[in-house]
């Protein structure tokens, strides 16, 4: 069982950069697929990016492709988020998550992960 705590949210103007941390807890992170979803005010939650468990294959929606980086490190047990190039539409809270057994065609979707962190509020405004 892995537990998860998101960090590193705040206000941010556009174009401006933050970086998510979500630390876990409990056993190996690299065991599981990793991801970041969001959900703004009034939307459905929806895919950011994933990391599969193994080859280090990442994945990312399309509003996000070419800012926003996943990645893990797995010698201190933690995932990140770095994001560039930040719009006001990126305004949501974010949260991971951890699934095993997620397989490639189930890594955009939130139902394929059990393990979620509390979600941290990431605003871009000027």
């Known amino acids: 069982q892995v537990q998860l705590v998101t960090l590193g949210g705040g206000s941010v103007q556009p174009g401006g950069s933050l970086r998510l941390s979500c630390t876990a807890s409990g056993t190996s992170i690299s065991r599981y697929a990793r991801a970041w979803f969001r959900q703004a005010p009034g939307k459905e939650r929806e895919f950011v990016a994933a990391?599969?468990?193994?080859?280090?294959?990442?994945y990312y929606a399309d509003s996000v492709k070419g800012r926003f980086t996943i990645s893990s490190d797995n010698a201190k047990n933690m995932v990140y988020l770095q994001m560039d190039s930040l719009k006001p539409e990126d305004t949501a809270v974010y949260y991971c998550?951890?699934?095993?057994?997620?397989?490639?065609?189930?890594?955009?979707?939130?139902?394929?992960?059990?393990?979620w962190g509390q979600g941290t509020q990431v605003t871009v405004t000027s």
């Open positions: 998550a951890a699934g095993q057994g997620v397989i490639t065609s189930s890594l955009r979707n939130g139902a394929a992960y059990n393990h």
């Open positions: 990391l599969a468990r193994s080859g280090g294959f990442t």
